[in-house]
């Protein structure tokens, strides 16, 4: 791989000019609106990287994409970008239905890979990733979840992590959209939106949930249909934490996404544009603007995911420290079936984890 690290050091006798630090080649594989997001982020604001190979099931649009990103190539397949010698890493942001092939094929392929949600349709091919990744004996799977690199995220997490909360009781969390496409339905609303919720609780709590229900109620007139919109989803945690998670995405106003942490010393908010705030602590006033979207909302964290994805490529970590993995992604894809589940049962679904492989499922037995 063509990182930094396999540059040889300038010792202080060597008279020759230190060797420039070699940028990480990045594949895009689908460049859609978040794809060609990405090839912006990547070509702009990502330092250390650059985006060498493009493709997309639509020839155009990645010859188009290809345009914003100086000395991209662009080919047909995603298997030619996985393989290209000028890629030493991938980023997937094709639809979620080729992911599991995608990121099996850049395992296979010893590439590091940064895989937009989901990570698969289902937990059983997620599981099969985690496996896959085991199997090849080193961690190189980062899974886009990019609100655990937003400031406000940042700052709960460290909170919780100082213990400056105490013991976590309730996550009450809020996800508004202005509006989701006609055919947006129930199931969409767990898979595509409720899904941050339920990483953000491995994030935060970082403990397994054990059940899930989810309620639907009165529905807005705006509402596509077959969608209950507002749902709430209520979870518990292995340890008994609560999370609640209220689900309202045809608002017709714009994106809204908050959290609270109410610990048994002291609660705090985050979401509302000043990073953190803490009601049962020296409390913070809010005055601020609702973005349209996720994208405008959580565009530092986007760039922030992708500058630590390239850290960890170009130092050999190959994923970033708090950055969701391949067996986070098969923990949402797991919580996200129980979820859906209770869409049509009476009351709560468990949700049961098969074993992580390594030391930490090792840990997790304990
Ligand atoms: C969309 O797919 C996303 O990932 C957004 O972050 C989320 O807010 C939205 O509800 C989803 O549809």
């Not at 994409?65 to 094709?94: C, K, N, Y």
């Not at 599991?100 to 997620?126: H, S």
């Not at 990733?129 to 979840?145: K, M, N, Q, Y």
């Not at 491995?202 to 309620?215: D, G, N, R």
Request: proline share 6%; aromatic share 6%; charged share 20%.
């Amino acid at each position: 791989m063509n990182a930094p690290q396999d540059t040889p050091p300038s010792t202080p006798q060597s008279t020759a000019p230190a060797a420039a630090p070699q940028d990480i080649r990045v594949g895009v594989i689908g460049v859609g609106r978040m794809g060609a997001d990405h090839v912006e982020r990547l070509s702009r604001r990502t330092k250390g990287a650059r985006v060498s190979v493009v493709s997309d099931y639509l020839r155009e649009t990645a010859e188009t994409v290809a345009q914003a990103a100086p000395g991209a190539r662009v080919v047909d397949t995603p298997e030619e970008v996985i393989a290209a010698d000028d890629v030493d890493a991938v980023l997937i942001a094709s639809p979620g239905q080729f992911h599991r092939e995608q990121v099996l094929a850049c395992i296979a392929a010893g590439k590091p890979v940064l895989c937009e949600k989901p990570l698969a349709m289902n937990p059983a091919d997620a599981y099969d990733l985690v496996r896959a990744e085991h199997e090849s004996g080193r961690a190189s799977v980062s899974l886009g979840f990019m609100r655990r690199f937003d400031t406000g995220y940042g700052e709960l997490k460290d909170a919780l992590e100082a213990g400056e909360l105490g013991t976590p009781l309730l996550l009450n969390c809020k996800h508004r959209n202005a509006d989701v496409l006609p055919g947006f339905t129930n199931v969409h609303m767990v898979y595509d939106s409720a899904v941050h919720e339920i990483d953000a609780i491995s994030f935060f709590l970082e403990e397994p949930v054990v059940s899930v229900q989810t309620i639907t109620g009165r529905s807005t007139e705006h509402a596509p249909e077959g969608l209950s919109d507002p749902m709430l989803l209520l979870l518990r945690t292995a340890s008994g934490t609560l999370v609640t998670d209220e689900l309202y995405v045809s608002t017709r106003s714009g994106y809204e996404v908050r959290t609270e942490l109410v610990g048994s010393k002291g609660a705090a908010t985050i979401g509302q544009e000043t990073g953190l705030v803490t009601t049962q602590q020296a409390g913070r006033r809010w005055g601020g603007t609702v973005p349209a979207d996720f994208r405008p909302r959580f565009a530092a964290a986007y760039d922030a995911e992708v500058q630590a994805w390239i850290a960890a490529v170009a130092d050999g970590s190959l994923v970033a420290p708090r950055s969701a993995t391949a067996w986070d992604g098969y923990v949402a894809a797991a919580v996200c079936e129980a979820a859906e589940q209770s869409l049509t049962a009476d009351g709560a679904v468990e949700v049961s984890l098969l074993q992580r492989p390594g030391p930490e499922g090792a840990r997790d037995e304990r």
